[in-house]
T-cell receptor, first 110, second 113 residues
């Protein structure tokens, strides 16, 4: 069963706007990771946030984690056409397994 | 570095046929994983390996077998393919335990008729 669920399922924004997507999970985690998947390609790791961290930045990406609410958010600022992709959150439940959500599909319109 | 590569990229099988998917990584990673991706369901872990000569079951292992005879290679086998195994298969590797990032291959699109 999937541990994480992303919301919304799909998002369409204008180039230059910000995109926010959320991930909720069910059980306590060690860390949470976000991945991007361009159409027809493999997943690419974006950012990892540990359970004792509340916010992390990487370029135009900002991730927050609220362990009390069991939720995380990914913000992409000043979106570009190249940001069109599916975004997945993955929670770490034990040493070897990531549990992925179903993903958020982001479309950036020119 | 090529990273993680998968062979083949596409394959069409008939029900009951067998095949092997090959994953190779050149990053000297200890951990390797096989996932399947179906529409609307994200990725589900099939089998994984924590080192050469080791394998373990993931979330959806039935109908699949794996082998890790060499550290750089992780093979996924389907002994008797079924239409329910139509999916996109991804291999991934990581350097340490899953607290580190996983590196993914480009995927194999398998159709079972």
């Amino acid at each position: 069963s999937q541990q994480g669920e992303e919301d919304p399922q799909a998002l369409s924004i204008q180039e230059g706007e910000n995109a926010t997507m959320n991930c909720s999970y069910k059980t306590s985690i060690n860390n949470l990771q976000w991945y991007r998947q361009n159409s027809g390609r493999g997943l690419v790791h974006l950012i990892l946030i540990r359970s004792n961290e509340r916010e992390k930045h990487s370029g135009r990406l900002r991730v927050t984690l609220d362990t009390s609410k069991k939720s995380s958010s990914l913000l992409i600022t000043a979106s570009r056409a190249a940001d069109t992709a599916s975004y997945f959150c993955a929670t770490v439940l034990n040493d070897y397994k990531l549990s992925f959500g179903a993903g958020t599909t982001v479309t950036v319109r020119a | 570095n090529a990273g993680v590569t998968q062979t083949p990229k596409f394959r069409v099988l008939k029900t009951g046929q067998s095949m092997t998917l090959l994953c190779a990584q050149d990053m000297n990673h200890e951990y390797m994983y096989w996932y399947r991706q179906d529409p609307g369901m994200g990725l589900r872990l099939i089998h994984y390996s924590v080192g050469e000569g080791t394998t373990a079951k993931g979330e959806v292992p039935d109908g699949y077998n794996v082998s890790r005879l060499k550290k750089q290679n992780f093979l996924l086998g389907l002994e008797s393919a079924a239409p329910s195994q139509t999916s996109v298969y991804f291999c991934a590797s990581s350097a340490l335990a899953v607290y580190n990032e996983q590196f993914f291959g480009p995927g194999t699109r398998l159709t079972v008729l």
